[in-house]
């Protein structure tokens, strides 16, 4: 008996391991990048959930290599979420008659074309999208990213790096029990309903958007998430500064998207040119004590959008031929940051560059937007003029200039050492720090505007001359999760899966090689093992 007691004791060890991790499974994630595991901030969201979660999965069919390897990754994520809640996983069946149904919600499918091997073309259809359902509650979970100007690959990569976070913010908005405010502040000019619909409209999924001008209560603004201020005409006054000041430091967001030059855009259509000088909105000291500073100057970069110029000399018969405007740069955005990662060009006009101030006030610092590596900057007081098509190639000597910043960490205030200014009603100290917020400053409210055309609001970021669709709307989306985000879910957009792309033409000529080292390979191991036990038996035995 004793013989076989360590035996009884390893495999009695070995039942009660078993036993243990029956119930409660470990998971190791190897990977260098960690593709398999969920954050803390995902595992917590899917704790708190009592219900079932039933995700039904349409990225279905007879799929290509890429969107195979997209249902793949889908799946294991929605594995890992089953371990933290309780996940009902289904595939939809498409037949002609489901995909009517879909096509009536609104799910368009993509249309891929792909050309054999025998140079015949194959179109497959696809719907990338799950239906997430949440206690009678029910919402669409885009799976593709589709970015202009990224390749196929590229794309479908950025879209297994953001899956995670599409769930997660998915399962969010059903969780949640309350729509969290932001406020859009007017009283400076700012432009009108019309202009602002588009962004409105893409925020109203996670926010309810009010609009309004500050009064003398200096809590005016605490009931809200984040306050924007975008594109005021004329300055603030010191009640108003202070008032967003304090409820900055009280914990408050605010987003920031500034013209800091004025010029007039009517006298530039019909007279050809506009001066430009410096536009003093009373925020400087402000936006300087945060840690940036807007900049009364243009960015000019050749990498922008082309507008419509007559360059016929008869008056009576124009011809407009499109031609470079070197004033509407198209942006580049950062992969650096959660706002930014995986977006495309962001289009712009009469862009200010930023300057970031304060480098060892403790306050984090990230450039979301910059100009291409050929820019140059227009300082005030100077001219706009239609007539610079052409300009010098060589005086863009300017490199990623930035024009947007995202800051976050405890700012001071810029009423520390002042009075409370006449007209706030106030009862409480100046507070002279912040709690830790976030602020962005973008160095142009066109940005996040939109053009109107027969009364319509066009979408934002959408170039009417060209047809383009630049990425404006994901960007305010972004910064607004960013700026409002408590749980951390944001930086799910910071997670990154490597590409390790096959060569496709080495693989195509090599394939007949590895088709024959992978068949004759494992039976030629296999005979060298059993050459070897034949040799080392032989001669054991043979003494």
Not at 35 to 61: C, F, M, W
Not at 333 to 340: A, V
Request: net charge negative.
């Amino acid at each position: 008996m004793r013989k076989y007691t360590p035996y009884i004791f390893i495999v009695g060890l070995f039942l009660c391991l078993y036993g243990a991790l029956y119930e409660r499974p470990v998971r190791w994630d190897l990977t260098d990048d960690k593709h398999y595991s969920l954050s803390e901030a995902s595992k917590n969201l899917l704790r708190q959930t009592d219900s079932p979660i039933e995700v039904t999965l349409l990225l279905d069919g007879d799929l290509n290599a890429g969107f195979r390897r997209l249902k793949k990754a889908t799946e294991e994520t929605l594995d890992e979420m089953g371990v933290f809640g309780q996940l009902k996983i289904k595939n939809y069946e498409l037949t002609s008659s489901s995909t009517d149904s879909l096509n009536q919600i609104g799910l368009r499918p993509i249309v891929i074309h792909e050309r054999e091997q025998n140079g015949k073309t194959a179109q497959t259809t696809v719907y990338p999208y799950a239906l997430m359902r949440y206690k009678g509650r029910q919402t669409v979970v885009a799976l593709l990213k589709n970015t202009r100007g990224l390749s196929g690959e590229e794309n479908l990569n950025t879209s297994i790096e953001q899956l995670e976070f599409a769930f997660m913010e998915a399962l969010q908005g059903l969780t949640r029990t309350e729509t969290p405010r932001i406020a859009i502040l007017e009283g400076h000019n700012e432009p009108d309903e019309a202009h602002t619909y588009d962004l409105m409209n893409a925020v109203s999924k996670y926010f309810q958007v009010d609009r309004g001008a500050i009064d003398a209560d200096v809590h005016i603004l605490d009931g809200y998430k984040a306050v924007l201020v975008i594109s005021p005409q004329t300055a603030f006054s010191d009640a108003e500064r202070f008032i967003i000041d304090q409820y900055i430091m009280r914990g408050g967001t605010v987003l920031w998207a500034l013209d800091g030059v004025r010029f007039s855009e009517e006298v530039l259509q019909q007279e050809g040119f506009t001066p430009i000088v410096a536009l003093d909105l009373g925020l400087t000291d402000l936006l300087f004590r945060y840690g940036v500073r807007v900049n009364p100057a243009l960015v000019q970069d050749v990498q922008c959008l082309s507008i419509p110029v007559n360059v016929s000399s008869d008056p009576q018969q124009p011809n407009l031929q499109p031609m470079p405007w070197t004033f509407a740069p198209l942006l580049l955005t950062s992969e650096g940051s959660p706002i930014t990662k995986g977006l495309g060009q962001v289009m712009s006009t009469f862009v200010c560059p930023i300057d970031a101030v304060g480098g060892e006030d403790g306050i984090e610092k990230r450039i979301l937007l910059a100009t291409s590596t050929a820019s140059r900057v227009t300082a005030t007081p100077g001219e706009v003029n239609l007539s610079d098509v052409n300009p010098d190639l060589n005086t863009f000597q300017y490199q990623y200039v930035p024009v947007g910043v995202s800051m976050e960490g405890t700012f001071p205030s810029a009423f520390a050492h002042r009075m409370i200014p006449e007209g706030v009603e106030s009862d409480e100290p100046i507070r002279k720090s912040s709690l830790k917020t976030r602020q962005v400053v973008i160095g142009s409210g066109s940005v996040f505007l939109n053009e109107t055309q027969r009364n319509q609001a066009l979408p934002m970021g959408l170039d009417r001359y060209s047809g383009m669709q630049f990425s404006n709307r994901d960007l305010a989306v972004n910064a607004l999760l960013w700026l409002t985000d408590s749980e951390g879910l944001i930086g799910l957009r910071e997670k990154t899966v490597t590409m390790r792309l096959i060569n496709d033409r080495r693989a195509h000529e090599q394939r007949a090689q590895v088709q024959v080292i992978s068949t004759i390979s494992p039976v030629a191991i296999l005979a060298l093992i059993g050459g070897l036990v034949y040799i080392i038996r032989k001669r054991k035995y043979e003494r």
